[in-house]
């Protein structure tokens, strides 16, 4: 004990510990942040206070008018709210979508499984516009879709289709669902076939096993999956651009079209920390209502 | 609790038969273990009848009833798992209380019974852990709980000592057998451990490649196995091979003459199965013996085993209890001759078929 008191009080800071190089390691990613993540936001976030001038093009301030114009303009108020009705659809629909297939492929022992996931990453090797492209191939008017309805005498006129928002929603839903797919599947493999199994042994059927042990369990997936996709959907640009038309306004296009079309700096800086601010707090909010239901759930559950 | 019968049960995985026609019957109250080396078809046949695999052909019935297309949770049967599979997220008492809600079970009824299951295991202070805060052997008892808890028709555990420590497993061994007797359980117990087998079964059925060697009480399968399988797995046994001669009089291919029963096999080509134990060692060669030379002697403290080559090239092990300081025994070194006696009647004839030791002859 005296020994060990009298090595740690060695003064002069001359301790005895070995030399780390753990705190070095971080300072490239670090720079890195700081150079391409934190600069341009913090240059941005300026600009958002800054005034716009038509002639001068943009003036130093410091005002909240960009963001007061935002508040009271119902044309923006409405891309906003189009913007977070568009991602919370998607990311609902790809989850009922993907919790199957991501289920199927975990579990299966067939030897088609690796077929499978490269089927589910390849979409993430093409990129949107020419996703995009394709989908209109598919809902033009001349798209193999009308072609079909035409053809079995569904429809006599071909449907619109395109520049709708389902033609967006069916674009973004295609654009997200590999993440949430691929999401759901590592965590669901995660999660041992014996514990359902050992459900069904106790006398669960395979909807009582759901609900009662593979939903629980796999909740951080959902979790992760739904913040991921949700994102991804609040920033979709090229597929409402490209499938939603000149009428469909999200947040992304528009504050694109603040940059290149208006030139308004000072606003399409706003938009930008609008968007920012809307997507993290809906995230947070989700995150936090689905893991208090799986706490909760976990209390409700205890035998008294 | 109720009755098992596997008839004629089957599972073929491609050309690969996993399970060949394995009929069994346990009775209510029994338990019987599957034994068996690796990769023989136990965990297979198990989970087939737990209802986890579709078996290929055959049928299973439990308590009279034809449970063979039922799905798993319409069996009655309470499994216990080598990984546990306790449900992660809920606590020990909720997991012990799964069972009972599936069958609905009125909730101060199941606090109860919840209660005096674990008690039974001896958990009652854990009730409100999560799985993650228990060890092993706790959580191994948890499951047995789990399993207990909703009086299954069958009680099904495959290795489910396994993964504890040595004394660990001997306590739990013991908990199971006394838990399995007290309430009645028909019980199929898996394990490639023959001693555990041996310990805890009313009887036993031992598997190689998926087909059953042979069934019957430790003391039936020790003492009269069916074949040099059966005889090199349960214990061990010292094989010869050769041919009998006549009723009653062995040929080795070493050129030994035996004396053996005269009952069972016709003469023609044969086996013979000896246990080490069953062997008597004198120093010295002498008549009225077969005589070798010591090639090691091996000290395993209670028994010293003789590892003895015959002069016709074969080699025998015998297993003596250690002797005593004074012993002639005692001074017997490799290299020196020995006589090794034993009775006619501790020889077992067998079919000449492959055996499972793998160092044949001298064990
Ligand atoms: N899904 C499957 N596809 C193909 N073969 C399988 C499959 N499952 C098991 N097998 C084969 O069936 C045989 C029996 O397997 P099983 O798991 O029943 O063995 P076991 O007796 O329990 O062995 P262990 O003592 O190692 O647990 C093994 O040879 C195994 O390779
Ligand atoms: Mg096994």
Not at chain 1, 5 to 31: D, H, K, N, W
Not at chain 1, 131 to 156: D, F, P, T, Y
Not at chain 2, 164 to 189: C, N
């Amino acid at each position: 004990m005296a020994t060990a008191t009298a090595i740690g009080a060695r003064p002069g800071g001359q301790r005895a510990e070995g030399f780390s190089l753990g705190p070095f390691l971080l300072v490239p990613a670090s720079l890195l942040v700081v150079a391409f993540l934190a600069a341009p936001l913090l240059v941005l976030f300026r600009y958002s206070f800054n005034r716009y001038s038509p002639r001068e093009f943009m003036v130093d301030a410091f005002t909240l008018e960009n963001y007061a114009r935002f508040f009271t303009d119902a044309y923006f108020i409405g891309v906003l709210a189009t913007t977070v009705q568009v991602a919370a659809v998607c990311t609902l629909v790809s989850l009922l979508f993907a919790y199957p297939l991501a289920y199927l492929m975990a579990r299966t022992e067939s030897r088609w499984k690796s077929a499978l996931v490269i089927a589910v990453v390849f979409p993430l090797m093409v990129g949107n516009v020419v996703r995009a492209a394709g989908w209109m191939a598919v809902l033009g008017n001349e798209g193999i879709v009308n072609h079909l309805m035409l053809s079995i005498g569904l429809i006599s006129r071909p449907v619109r289709l395109m520049y709708t928002p389902f033609a967006v929603y069916v674009g973004i839903i295609a654009v997200v669902l590999p993440y949430m797919i691929l999401t759901l599947q590592s965590v669901i493999e995660g999660i041992g076939r014996e514990v359902e199994e050992a459900a069904a042994n106790l006398g669960a059927g395979p909807m009582t096993t759901f609900r009662r042990v593979l939903l629980p369990l796999s909740l951080p997936g959902v979790i992760a999956g739904g913040t991921l996709v949700f994102i991804l959907c609040m920033n979709a640009y090229a597929t409402p651009v490209l499938l939603g038309g000149p009428q469909f306004k999200m947040m992304a296009p528009a504050l694109y079209d603040q940059f290149t079309r208006t030139t308004n700096w000072p606003f399409g800086a706003a938009l930008a920390f609008i968007l920012m601010t809307s997507t993290l707090l809906l995230t947070i909010v989700g995150t936090t209502v689905l893991s208090r239901r799986m706490h909760h759930r976990k209390l409700e559950a205890a035998p008294r | 609790m109720s009755e098992l019968i596997l008839d004629r049960l089957r599972k073929e995985y491609g050309s690969f038969v996993a399970v060949d026609d394995v009929s069994l019957r346990v009775e209510e109250g029994e338990l019987v273990a599957l034994l068996g080396p690796s990769g023989c078809g136990k965990t297979t046949t198990l989970r087939m009848i737990a209802g986890f695999i579709e078996p290929t052909a055959g049928r299973i019935t439990i308590g009279g009833r034809d449970v063979t297309w039922e799905p798993p949770y319409r069996r009655d049967t309470g499994m216990v798992f080598q990984s546990y599979a306790l449900f992660p997220h809920m606590t020990v008492a909720q997991n012990v209380a799964f069972g009972l809600e599936m069958r609905k079970v009125p909730r101060a009824e199941a606090e109860t019974r919840v209660r005096q299951a674990l008690d039974l295991v001896r958990l009652g202070h854990l009730a409100e852990r999560l799985p993650r805060q228990l060890s092993g052997g706790q959580q191994q008892r948890v499951a047995l709980a789990r399993a207990l808890v909703v009086n299954p028709g069958v009680f099904l555990l495959d290795e489910p000592l396994s993964n504890l420590d040595a004394k660990l497993r001997l306590e739990v061994r013991v908990e199971i057998r006394e838990l399995q007797k007290r309430l009645g359980l028909t019980t199929v117990f898996v394990t490639h451990d023959q001693e555990e087998a041996l310990t805890l079964a009313d009887r036993l059925v031992v598997m190689d490649h998926g087909v059953v060697q042979q069934v019957g009480t430790p003391e039936e399968l020790y003492e009269s196995p069916a074949n040099l399988f059966v005889a090199g797995f349960i214990g061990r046994s010292n094989v010869l091979r050769g041919r009998l001669a006549e009723r009653g009089r062995f040929i080795s291919k070493g050129g030994l003459a035996l004396a053996v029963p005269a009952d069972g096999m016709a003469p023609g080509e044969a086996a013979l199965a000896l246990r080490p134990e069953r062997i008597v060692v004198a120093p010295g060669a002498s008549d009225g013996g077969v005589v070798g030379r010591v090639a090691l002697v091996t000290y395993l403290g209670a028994a010293t085993e003789y590892r003895v080559t015959l002069d016709g090239g074969e080699t025998i092990t015998a297993s003596v209890p250690t002797p005593r300081p004074g012993d002639p025994l005692k001074q017997v070194a490799a290299g020196d001759a020995v006589t090794l006696t034993w009775p006619a009647e501790s020889c077992r004839l067998l079919a000449p078929g492959p055996g499972a030791t793998p160092d044949e002859g001298g064990l």
